[in-house]
């Protein structure tokens, strides 16, 4: 980590890269347990956390809601009402 960190790479960009190492397990939603989920949605219910929306999309504009979060430069969810 220290040598991602020297290299300029923002903390919350590590996990991502570091989940593309053999052998590093990825902490992200893929890897989730129910629970784990469960007690996210408590969190974000009691205001304990905030869950930013950068934008809402309906579900036939899916493809500019992909291109936007593709460019990295959203600050928040992406998200697609069905």
């Known amino acids: 980590m220290e040598t991602a960190r020297e290299l300029g790479v923002p903390d919350k960009r590590i996990c991502t890269i570091a989940a593309q190492v053999e052998g590093v397990p990825a902490a992200n939603g893929a890897t989730a347990t129910p629970s784990d989920l469960a007690e996210l949605a408590r969190l974000v219910a009691t205001g304990e956390i905030r869950m930013p929306i950068a934008a809402t999309f309906p579900v036939d504009k899916i493809r500019e809601a992909t291109e936007l979060q ?9 998200v697609i009402a069905l």
């Open 70 to 78: 593709a460019a990295r430069h959203v600050r928040g969810k992406i």
